[in-house]
């Protein structure tokens, strides 16, 4: 629902039948905002719509607001984090794509503006309800083994309870630091992008291997995680159990 629908008027009564007809020919513009999570998945919201998620999350917010003859359009939005009292950032186009890339709660407000080119005294205004997106607190979690045995269970070595995390990288070395597997941020929680317990093809032995892993949560926390992963490939595990 429009907040707040401002209307001003001060015209030479020469204009005021043509500054009418023009004001009654704009319409309040209706605005959305279209959520991408990580895997790529979309939602829309409508106007004061909510969103919570992880980052990196990406939103193009829409005014759809159309350009009328005989007026100028400003379309300002402004970017809040809800612990701050000033915007931290301000856009003056009818489309807006932005990438949440910190932890918190923000809103995202949107006033409209018509402006008639040969009366500055005739300015329509619509001034809405704010989208508010909020983004969760960073996570990530490693195993400590896992049994690459064909069973299609815990078959793949990867992170686990990943939220929010905004860079990644990982890489598992064997005793005598050679690097065996590699992987990044798109690959995380991708149970077949995983380390499959093999290296050029070939299996690995059973025994210990070392992960080194660097990463970022949208948070500022940093994760500087060194440890061991455990290859047992004769431990079968029945589903369900």
Known sequence: MIKKIKQIFILALLLLPVSMVAQESIEAPVPTAVVTDREGNEEQLDEGGTYEGEAPLGVSFRSNAPEYEGYSRVCTWTFTHDDEPEPFLT????????EFREAGLFSVKLLVSYTHRTNENLVLEYEYEPFMISISESSLKVPNAF?????????????????SIVSFSGAIYNRWGQQLFTWGIDEMECEECGWDGTYKGTPVKDGVYFVVISARGADGINYDIKGDVNVLRGYIEEAGQ
Do not use: L, M, Q, T
Request: overall charge negative; proline content about 4%.
């Open 91 to 98: 856009r003056y186009d009818a489309e807006v794509d932005y």
């Open 147 to 163: 049994s690459p045995n064909g069973d299609g269970i815990n078959d793949y070595f990867n992170v686990y309870d990943v939220k």
